[in-house]
């Protein structure tokens, strides 16, 4: 080997060994700018893969990780790429956020990006989330969804309320007090519920004679029972100044109404009575007549001439009719008047009781207390559903498992059995091949969709919803 063909060798070893150290600098040393110039260049080509032209109102935010970029360049694979956007429609859903960690990742071969592993989430605002006008969301305590929205009066048509009230007299009123409701399975303390129940309903009774008062009221399951007792008095001044054409006075003694007049021939006479009951009429019935100076019996000449000059009619008064039940029980008399004792227990049908205008009940009786039995709302009613947002296979479900209604929950099942239900299922867009809805958790603001997979070929615009 001569000298001129060792220096070829020479000079193209070292020309090798100088290409050798500049790519081990390259790939180890930092060059200034070079990083930064890649990380724009990867960064456009990932935020073309994620949306279509014209669809997102900003780009997305691409963050590349993993180390250096010159080897993944090279190798043709990324170690860690990281997406953020901000503002999308998802699944129908406006003004949606999606963040993902994309591990690694391969350059786009035909409109087809490969991830090794992918985990993203989906922030839907509450204000976002699709529901009836009025509806607001919330989470709860305990981490469950609430839902603020009202029931209409026409999807309420078939719920049933039983409303138990306890009866009570006051005065000449009978009062109904709301004690409790029966609704959706579940009693509750009528305070609870006074926003539903109301207040107290009253009901003007007859009006009874002084001395007459209404002792009870009861509702039974043929009526409601009213009792009522007392002795009415008829003063004797308030009788009348004439008996069959003779001027008359009264005065009373021993059980006994004597009814003074004067008759021809006889200037004084008495005739002595005794009040008797029959049926709705007061007698007085003659048991002697006093005069010239002594009793005679009825039968006697001289009675039945004083006798004679009246009208037996004129001694019998018909009596105020009184309510079914109640009747003339006796009657004395004294010279404080005429006094009738009256008693008994009317039962009033429950037709004949108040109804609420535009929404009627159906009353009954039990355990002591009335009942009204009302179907349907007269008015829209505020509720809060309380769920635990699932996810099956590519459906959001927010169904409820308790409805709080008039500050109690219910079963939901209860409640839905009785009420037309609003749309709690919402269709998801359906994912990439390998990705899959892993679940959903309730944040302060919204709901967080979480999405993963494993060895997933992303089509160009999948993850905003659709394809280029």
Known sequence: MNDHTRRRLFWSGGVLAFLAVGAAVLLTLPVPGLQGYLAGQVGGTVADQVACPGVLPGPPSVTVGGGRLVPQVLRGRFSEIKV??????????????????????????????????????IKV?????????????ARAGDGSLTARTVIPVAASKDVKAELFLSMRIRGETAESVPSRLRI?????????????TGGVRRQQLPHLPAGVTYRSIEPRSDGVHVSLAGVSTTPLSTLPASVGGHDVTYSAANGRLNINTSIVRIPVATIRT????????????????????????????????????????????????????????????????????????????????????GHPAVFGARNGLLTATATGSGAATPIVLHSQPVIHGRTLDLAPSEIEMFGTRFPAADVLSRVKGQQTAYPLQAPANGLAYAGVSVQADGLLIHVTGRQVDLPRGSLTGGGC
Do not use: C, E, W
């Open 84 to 121: 953020a956007v901000p503002d999308a429609t998802l699944s129908g859903v406006p003004h949606a956020s999606f963040a993902a960690t994309m591990r690694d990742v391969g350059k786009p071969s035909g409109g087809v990006t490969h991830v090794g592993s992918f985990d993203g989430t």
């Open 274 to 357: 005794r009040p008797v009951l029959s049926g709705g009429a007061l007698t007085l019935q003659p048991t002697a007549v006093h005069a010239l100076g002594s009793d005679h019996a009825t039968g006697d000449p001289l009675a039945k001439l004083v006798l004679g000059q009246i009208d037996r009619k004129d001694l019998t008064r018909t009596l105020p009719v009184l309510p079914r039940g109640v009747t003339y029980r006796s009657v004395a008399v004294d010279p404080a008047g005429f006094h009738v004792t009256i008693g008994g227990t009317t039962v009033k049908p429950f037709s004949s009781l108040p109804q609420d205008a």
């Open 184 to 196: 959706f399975g579940r009693t509750l303390p009528a305070g609870q519920v006074s926003d539903l």
């Open 125 to 137: 605002g509450f204000r976002n989330l699709p529901a009836p006008s009025g509806t607001t969301f």
